[in-house]
């Protein structure tokens, strides 16, 4: 037997009390104080970044960087879920194990339709993960891939491995595409330390050629880890597409620590090209974009095989934030992704920005809907207080316009005694989320605070979309253009929304709230 069935046997048996209920977990399993409803979430243990998402044959595939040992990071291996609609998860075992003193970092995964690796059997294309190669007793990163024929289930680390290494200790998160007009595979991968994007090409997955670098530009303060690299349309009836290139960065983000940064481009098979449209100005050609303002979204990448049909680029990112993640005071699971998103580019008054939109399958999760339209704030927070909503899992759309004059609004979402989220904006276009009195945040001296975003439309009109699980607040303002994503971890079990500001002055156009339902099993 070779070492590597020995350990997976093992560990087969290590995890058995975990993973013996599958596909269908006891449910009080997942009512535990802060589980999410709505977001995914390992079982138990520790989770960090979105892995390997690929759709194939019905299924979305979520892979992610798992502990199956403990509720820390380490022991990296890949977990791994399906979906047929993006809010219901099923579990299933760990698909990539360290080995070997060999981590499997972050990477992805592709449907190799053609089978240029020669890894399918039967005519049918085999599934490939690239991920990294994090060596425990080096100081080595490289790149390594395995294949499955059972759609996912078991998967076989190639014997050829590494297939990409340039002997660097800090080399790492793999994001590969199929480029139809090159006819090849690109690779996108991070050179962390160095603040550099690098890409490659290959011809079957196995041996690659380096085609150029991108960086350092925009936010260089944080390492540069787990980039992505698609074509996005431009709203509006022409069609259009720009390149975006995601980078997310270790520190240094807007809000503190780990964030999203993107950049919107061309790709010509070869580079990657900033765009120097005239709203990005040469003199400034390397302004950093963020992909979202809150503390709490992270290693954000999108799907791979999305099918034509469909269309969408989807993405999710994971919802912690590298400062604190370790000490966030869940059991027995730590740490969730966000709401699965769809993207799209905006021609705005500052140019080219990411648009994001929850994925349009959490419409299914909506049960009672509470509509008030045409009514003043004072009104609107009668109302409110005679809500009796029965879920902790909400959705609200919202409508609002400040009298002239009225420079500040806000909205509280009060869930206990002293205890509430506050959401502020000004109209001078700066939104401001406050969480340092929402619960339980003394767990970490970084948790508490008021976040900024900069870059909310200015103006007396407010338009937003929020979702609100047990423990988090996503903030999708004007019709997606500035995200706000937002771990809070409540004590008390109110919901109750209020206006601030100047209610009698506020005019509520629409104010929508659904109850959703619950996407555990
Ligand atoms: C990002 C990251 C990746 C790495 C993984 C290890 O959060 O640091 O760069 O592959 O986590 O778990």
């Not at 109850?515 to 555990?520: H, K, N, P, Q, T």
Request: aromatic share 12%; proline share 7%.
């Amino acid at each position: 037997m070779s070492p590597s069935l020995i350990q997976s046997i093992v560990y087969g048996l290590i995890l058995g009390g975990a993973f013996s209920t599958f596909p269908c977990q006891a449910s009080e399993a997942y009512r535990e104080p802060w589980r999410p409803q709505l977001h995914f979430t390992p079982a138990k243990n520790w989770m960090n970044d979105p892995n390997g998402m690929v759709f194939y044959d019905g299924e979305y595939h979520l892979f992610y960087q798992y502990n199956p040992f403990g509720d820390k990071w380490g022991h990296m291996s890949w977990g791994h879920a399906v979906s047929q609609d993006l809010m219901r998860w099923e579990h299933l075992p760990v698909a990539l194990y360290e080995e070997n003193d060999i981590m499997i970092f972050s990477g992805s995964a592709v449907v190799d339709w053609n089978n240029t690796t020669g890894f399918g059997r039967n005519g049918t294309p085999p599934m490939v993960a690239i991920y990294t190669g994090h060596y425990t007793k080096k100081p080595l990163q490289n790149q390594q891939i395995a294949y499955s024929n059972d759609r996912g289930r078991t998967w076989t680390k190639y014997a050829g491995n590494p297939v990409l290494d340039i002997g660097a200790k800090d080399f790492r998160d793999p994001k590969v595409m199929w480029h139809a007009p090159t006819q090849s595979w690109v690779m996108t991968v991070a050179w962390p330390v160095e603040r550099k994007i690098r890409f490659y090409a290959s011809p079957d997955l196995k041996t690659w050629t380096h085609l150029s670098d991108f960086g350092p530009a925009g936010s260089t303060v944080g390492i540069w880890e787990c980039p992505d690299l698609f074509p996005l349309r431009v709203e509006g009836p022409a069609w259009r597409e720009k390149w975006v290139l995601i980078v997310n960065v270790g520190s240094g983000a807007p809000a503190g620590g780990s964030g999203c940064q993107y950049f919107v481009g061309e790709f010509d098979g070869t580079r990657f090209t900033l765009d120097s449209s005239p709203h990005m100005p040469q003199t400034r050609p390397t302004q950093a974009l963020w992909a979202d303002w809150g503390r709490d979204f992270y290693a954000a990448v999108s799907w791979s095989d999305i099918p034509k049909s469909d269309g969408r680029r989807l993405w999710l990112g994971w919802m912690s934030n590298w400062e604190y993640a370790n000490d966030v005071p869940t059991a027995p699971w730590r740490s969730a992704m966000s709401l699965p998103r769809e993207l799209s580019l905006r021609e705005t008054s500052r140019g080219l920005r990411l648009i994001q939109q929850p994925a349009r399958e959490l419409k299914k999760l909506r049960t009672r809907r509470h509509r008030l339209s045409s009514a003043t704030g004072s009104e609107a927070n009668t109302w409110l207080r005679t809500l009796q909503t029965k879920s902790p899992l909400l959705e609200m759309a919202a409508e609002l316009d400040a009298s002239p004059g009225v420079s500040n609004i806000g909205l509280r979402l009060t869930t206990g005694a002293e205890e509430s989220v506050v959401l502020r904006w000004s109209a001078g276009g700066i939104m401001n989320l406050d969480r340092s009195r929402s619960g339980k945040v003394d767990f970490h001296p970084k948790f508490s605070g008021a976040f900024e975003s900069p870059e909310v439309s200015p103006g007396r009109r407010h338009r937003f979309r929020l979702i609100i699980d047990t423990s988090s607040i996503e903030l999708f303002d004007n019709d997606g253009e500035t995200c706000v994503t937002s771990l809070f971890l409540p004590m008390g079990k109110d919901r109750l929304f209020q206006l601030e500001g100047a209610p009698s002055s506020l005019k509520v156009k629409k104010l929508e709230i659904w109850e959703l339902r619950s996407a555990m099993p």
